[in-house]
């Protein structure tokens, strides 16, 4: 009765514009209201996908004042997350590039349905196969969970990792057949909250607290660089060529 489950439900794939975003932090600031909450599975309505990340339609040819609507609602989303009071279990059953890595890299615990045969998900920061990167603060949590080196690489290329390779690096915590993500993270969601809470949530911000605090003092900045960047003639005709591409398909 202490775990509740936030579910993603944006179809087609969850994206993450601003209106997904501040429903994201708002679902889990009610559930934090709630002191008998504990912990939260994170997941989607479609097992396919946690989320394909950002909204693309917010990045091409916005509008300036809702594009910093629209940053500012994914940091929070992010400052959200990571810094809840709650445990947070990521629970992947398929595809989670780009920021839907995001939402997984800041859960406390990631769960991963396993490669079946030939079928599989895919979980990495990609954004560099669209032409964009990700945010510094992104990068470095990425960092963060995988390593300098590897993260670099990953970055760079834009790689998409299997379950297992996920699993090799890091980036993910535990494999389990697709029939099970949602029962093993209800069963780790669970350990997670028999933990003394005020011994839960020290633990956690040893770990997060400084990196929390770098990006809400530098909210501003973080989000007119990325406005100068995305707006770039170079950026922006390189998403217009993806989203065609997206568009034939």
Avoid at 9 to 36: D, F, G, Q, W, Y
Avoid at 169 to 178: Q, T
Avoid at 179 to 188: E, N
Avoid at 230 to 246: N, P
Wanted: proline share 4%; aromatic share 6%; with cysteine.
């Amino acid at each position: 009765n202490n775990v509740a489950n936030l579910i993603l439900n944006r179809p087609p794939v969850n994206s993450l514009s601003l209106e997904m975003c501040t429903e994201i932090s708002n679902a889990l600031k009610e559930l934090e209201a709630k002191k008998e909450i504990q912990a939260v599975i994170l997941r989607s309505s479609n097992p396919a996908i946690l989320s394909a990340g950002l909204d693309l339609t917010e990045l091409y040819n916005p509008n300036k004042e809702r594009f910093e609507q629209f940053w500012t609602s994914f940091q929070q989303v992010f400052l959200d997350l990571y810094g809840s009071r709650l445990a947070v279990i990521g629970a992947i059953e398929g595809h989670a590039p780009a920021a839907g890595c995001m939402l997984a890299m800041a859960c406390d615990y990631r769960i991963m349905a396993a490669s079946d045969g030939d079928k599989f998900g895919t979980i990495g920061l990609n954004e560099a196969q669209f032409g964009i990167a990700a945010p510094p603060w992104l990068g470095q949590l990425m960092i963060r969970t995988i390593g300098f080196r590897q993260a670099e690489e990953a970055l760079t290329l834009g790689t998409l990792y299997s379950p297992e390779a996920a699993l090799d690096i890091g980036l993910v915590d535990k494999l389990v057949h697709k029939d099970m993500v949602l029962g093993t993270s209800q069963d780790v969601a669970a350990k997670f909250a028999k933990i003394p809470p005020q011994a839960r949530v020290a633990s956690k911000m040893l770990a997060r607290k400084e990196y929390l605090d770098e990006l809400i003092m530098s909210r501003d900045s973080d989000t007119s660089h990325a406005r100068d960047f995305i707006c770039s003639d170079v950026v922006q005709a390189g998403l217009g060529k993806y989203l065609a591409s997206l568009k034939r398909k």
